[in-house]
C-alpha cells in the first residue's frame, strides 16, 4: 500500500511530531477539564495561600509557590482551563465567522465577492495585536472582551480559504446534482459544500488555537489583558516577569506550558496539512 | 514606475482617513476620559482640562477638528506627558523603533533564508527536519519567553548584556535578537515553500542536463528565483515586527513607539494612541507600496502593462 492510499487519519499517525503533539493536547485538555469538573489534582487548591511563599520547586511544590504561597502547579493546572477555552472558542468562533464570510463571498457575484475580499486584505495586512489592543480598550479587559478581540481578528484565514473551496468546488458535478434534486442553496452549502471543503479548514483552525493562546498570554503579559483575579498562563507569566532576577521559577513554569501547548498544536498542524495533502509531504525524494 | 508611485499614494489616502476615523471612534466611545485617575481632581479643574482640550465639544465637532488637525501634521498633545506634543514623542520614539526594527529584520534575513534553502535543499534529510523544528519553535515561542530566556542568561547571570534600556550598540543586541525570532522563522519556511517549488521547474531541469555543476544550478537558477516571494512578504514583515516591538520594547524598557502605544492605551491618551496608530498605518502602507514598486522592478511581465 502506497502513502497515497492510506486515509488521511493513517498518514497522519504515520507522523512523529503530530503524534507526539496529539498526545500532549490531549493530555493537557483531560488535566484541564478534570480540574473544570472539580477532581482535585494537586494536594492544594489554586487560591489556597500559604506561609510558605517564594518557595523553590521541592518535593511538596513541584513548581513552587508564588509570592502569597500559592502552590504554582495548582495554579498552572487552574490557569490551563481559561487558556485552552480561550484557544478553542477562538477557533469557534473564526470557524462561524470565517465560514458565513467566506461562503457569502464565494456564492455572490464577482463584484460584491471582489470589494468582500478586498475589505479582508485590508483587515488581515494590520498587526493582530494592535488591533486587538485597539477593541480592548472599547470592550474592556475581561475574558469576555479578550475572547472578542480575538475572534474579530481570527476569522479572515477561514474566510479566505472557505471562500477558495467555494469557488472550486461550486462548478463541481455533485453540486450540480444537488441542484438538480431541486435542493436549496442553504441545503447545498451546509450537505455538500461545508463537508468537501472541511479538510483545509481543520488544519487553519488547528493553527487558530495556538495563535489565540499566545495573543492572549502577550496581552495578559504587556498588561493589556486578563489581570488578576483571572489566571491564565500568560498572567501567571506575567506575575513571574517581576520577580525574574530572584525566583526565575514562577515564570519559567508558565512559559514552558504556553510553549509546549503552542509547539503541539503547531505540530499537530503541520501533521494535519501533510496527511490531507501528501505533496507537501517532508517525505523522502520527490 | 512614476505614475505607479503617485496612484498608489493617493489610494492610500482614503485608507488612512478610514484608519484615523475607526480609530477615532474606537477611543471615543470608551467610558472614562483621560482625567480620571485615582486621585480624583476637583471638578472645576477636570472642566478647565477638558475645554482646553476641546474634550467638552460635541464629538462631530471634536472628530473634525482632529481631522483638521492631522491634515496639517499636527497629532495633537499628550495629556500625561505634560507640554510634550505627541509629534514631539514620535519624532523621539519613531528612530529608535526603526533602528531595533531594522537590525531585528536583518537578523531574521540573514538567519531566516539560508535555513530555509537549506532545508528545500535536503528535502526530508536530518537538516530539513532539523530546520523546520526550530522554525516551528520560533513561532511556537512568545517573544516575552525568548526575552525572559535572553534576559536571564546573558544579562543576569553571565552579566556581559545589558537589561534593558537604549543607549549603546550594546543595548540593541538582546532586543533585536529577541524580536528576531519570529520574522526569521516566518522567513524560513516561506524560502522553504519557495525553493522546494522551484527546484520543480523546467529551467532547473535544463541547467541540470545542459551539465551545470550543482553548484551553479542552486545559486544561479533556484536561489536566485526562490527569492522573489521572499522580497515580496516586507509588508507582513512590518507587521510582524509592529506586533513584536509592543512585546520587546515592553520588557526591555527600550523608549520606542511600542512602548508608548501601550502606556498611551494604559493612561487613555486619546493623541497619542490616535498618533502612534496612524504611524503604524503609514509605515505598513508604505511597505506594501515598496513590496508592489520592487515586484514590478524584479517581474517584467508586470512591467509591460
Redesign the interface.
Known amino acids: 500500500m502506497t502513502a497515497a492510499n492510506r486515509s488521511p487519519w493513517q498518514r497522519l499517525l504515520k507522523i512523529p511530531t503530530a503524534v507526539l503533539g496529539l498526545a500532549v493536547i490531549a493530555a493537557i485538555c483531560l488535566v484541564a477539564l478534570l480540574s473544570a469538573f472539580g477532581v482535585e489534582l494537586t494536594p492544594f487548591a489554586y487560591d489556597q495561600t500559604s506561609s510558605d511563599y517564594l518557595a523553590a520547586p521541592s518535593w511538596l511544590h513541584p513548581m513552587g509557590t508564588d509570592e502569597l504561597g500559592r502552590d504554582l502547579l495548582a495554579r498552572i493546572i487552574y490557569g490551563a482551563r481559561l487558556s485552552i477555552a480561550i484557544g478553542l472558542t477562538t477557533a469557534l468562533t473564526a470557524f462561524l465567522i470565517g465560514s458565513v464570510y467566506g461562503a457569502i463571498a464565494g456564492f455572490s457575484s464577482p463584484k460584491v465577492d471582489a470589494l468582500m475580499m478586498r475589505g479582508v486584505d485590508i483587515a488581515y495586512s494590520l498587526p493582530d495585536l494592535l488591533v486587538m489592543i485597539l477593541i480592548g480598550v472599547v470592550m474592556g479587559r475581561g475574558t469576555f472582551g479578550i475572547l472578542i478581540a480575538l475572534g474579530l481578528v481570527s476569522w479572515m484565514g477561514t474566510a479566505r480559504l472557505v471562500r477558495s473551496q467555494f469557488l472550486t468546488l461550486k462548478n463541481e458535478e455533485f453540486i450540480e446534482a444537488a441542484y438538480a434534486q431541486g435542493q436549496s442553496n442553504l441545503n447545498v452549502i451546509l450537505k455538500h459544500l461545508l463537508p468537501n471543503a472541511l479538510g483545509p479548514i481543520i488544519v487553519a483552525l488547528t493553527f487558530t488555537v495556538p495563535s489565540a493562546i499566545l495573543s492572549e498570554s502577550t496581552l495578559s503579559f504587556i498588561g493589556l489583558g486578563l489581570s488578576p483575579p483571572a489566571c491564565s498562563w500568560g498572567t501567571l507569566a506575567s506575575d513571574g516577569w517581576r520577580s525574574l532576577r530572584a525566583h526565575p521559577h514562577l515564570i519559567f513554569f508558565p512559559s514552558l506550558f504556553i510553549f509546549i501547548t503552542v509547539l503541539s498544536f503547531n505540530f499537530l498542524g503541520d501533521g494535519l496539512r501533510d496527511a490531507l495533502d501528501p505533496r507537501t509531504r517532508l517525505g523522502k525524494g520527490k | 514606475m512614476f505614475s505607479l508611485i503617485i496612484r498608489r499614494i493617493l489610494m492610500s489616502i482614503p485608507?488612512l482617513l478610514i484608519v484615523a476615523s475607526l480609530?477615532f471612534a474606537?477611543?471615543r466611545?470608551?467610558p472614562g476620559g483621560p482625567f480620571d485617575s485615582e486621585k480624583s481632581l476637583p471638578p472645576e479643574i477636570v472642566a478647565n482640562l477638558n475645554a482646553k482640550y476641546h474634550l467638552d465639544k460635541p464629538v462631530h465637532e471634536q472628530y473634525f477638528l482632529y481631522i483638521g488637525r492631522l491634515c496639517r501634521g499636527d497629532l495633537g498633545v499628550s495629556y500625561k506627558y505634560v507640554n510634550r506634543t505627541v509629534n514631539d514623542i514620535l519624532f523621539d520614539a519613531f528612530p529608535v523603533s526603526c533602528q531595533l526594527g531594522i537590525v531585528a529584520l536583518g537578523l531574521a534575513v540573514i538567519f531566516g533564508v539560508p535555513l530555509g534553502a537549506i532545508a528545500a535543499l535536503n528535502?526530508?534529510k536530518r537538516q530539513?527536519?532539523l530546520a523546520?523544528?526550530l522554525s516551528?519553535?520560533g513561532?511556537?515561542?512568545?517573544?516575552?519567553?525568548i526575552g525572559?530566556v535572553l534576559?536571564?542568561v546573558f544579562a543576569?547571570k553571565l552579566r556581559i548584556l545589558p537589561v534593558g534600556l537604549w543607549e549603546s550598540p550594546w543595548h540593541v543586541i538582546l532586543p533585536a535578537v529577541t524580536l528576531a525570532f519570529s520574522p526569521g522563522a516566518y522567513l524560513a519556511r516561506l524560502t522553504r515553500a519557495s525553493v522546494l517549488e522551484v527546484v520543480?521547474k523546467d529551467w532547473v531541469r535544463t541547467a541540470r542536463s545542459k551539465g551545470l555543476s550543482e553548484e551553479k544550478t542552486i545559486v544561479r537558477h533556484i536561489l536566485r528565483n526562490s527569492l522573489m516571494p521572499v522580497v515580496t512578504v516586507l509588508?507582513?514583515l512590518t507587521?510582524?515586527v509592529?506586533?513584536g516591538s509592543?512585546?520587546v520594547e515592553?520588557?526591555f524598557a527600550i523608549p520606542g513607539m511600542g512602548r508608548f502605544?501601550?502606556t498611551a492605551?494604559?493612561n487613555?491618551d486619546y493623541d497619542l494612541?490616535l498618533g502612534t496608530?496612524m504611524v503604524?498605518a503609514v509605515l505598513?502602507i508604505v511597505a506594501?507600496m515598496f513590496v508592489d514598486i520592487v515586484y514590478q522592478w524584479l517581474d517584467p511581465r508586470l512591467r509591460m502593462e
Open positions: 485608507v480609530t474606537l477611543v466611545i470608551v528535502r526530508g530539513d527536519v523546520m523544528f516551528t519553535m513561532v511556537s515561542l512568545p517573544g516575552f519567553v525572559a534576559i536571564y543576569i520543480e509588508g507582513p507587521a510582524i509592529i506586533t509592543f512585546v515592553y520588557i502605544f501601550i492605551v494604559m487613555r494612541i496608530t503604524f505598513l506594501n
